[in-house]
């Protein structure tokens, strides 16, 4: 049974260069800028994007220290995050003219029926596109 007290409100990613990722998150995946918060005493930035209000969906959190100047470690437990497409050979083709790297081209996933592909965000994460019905 679903609580009505809980919701999944966002995810956050730290990103080395925020403009790089920006562009990425929303010009190239869509996502809409909700919202910025610079805090210079901190030095960092946060940055929420996401396909709707903040109040209805659950958004992405870009977290930018401006100091940082080495990559990030991914690690071994991140896995991916998942954005639905309505027409992924589109998609990918719009993204690798664009610069990204199509990680995995898009087909069905193995064992399935859904199509799926993966690109590299700016910092090397996986995102994985699902073909869903707009």
């Not at 990030?72 to 991916?80: E, T, V």
């Not at 027409?87 to 859904?114: H, Q």
């Amino acid at each position: 049974m679903t609580s009505p007290y809980y919701r999944l409100l966002h995810t956050m990613i730290r990103v080395r260069d925020l403009d790089k990722s920006l562009d990425f998150y929303s010009r190239l995946l869509g996502m809409t800028v909700l919202r910025r918060n610079d805090y210079p005493d901190g030095r960092f930035s946060l940055v929420f994007l996401g396909y709707g209000a903040e109040e209805d969906h659950t958004v992405l959190e870009l977290t930018h220290n401006w100091d940082r100047t080495e990559a990030y470690q991914l690690g071994d437990s991140y896995g991916h995050l998942a954005v639905g497409v309505a027409d992924i050979y589109a998609e990918c083709a719009k993204l690798a003219a664009a610069g990204v790297t199509i990680a995995r081209p898009p087909g069905p996933m193995k064992f399935g029926r859904t199509v799926i592909a993966f690109v590299d965000d700016p910092d090397g994460r996986k995102i994985e596109l699902i073909e869903t019905a707009p």
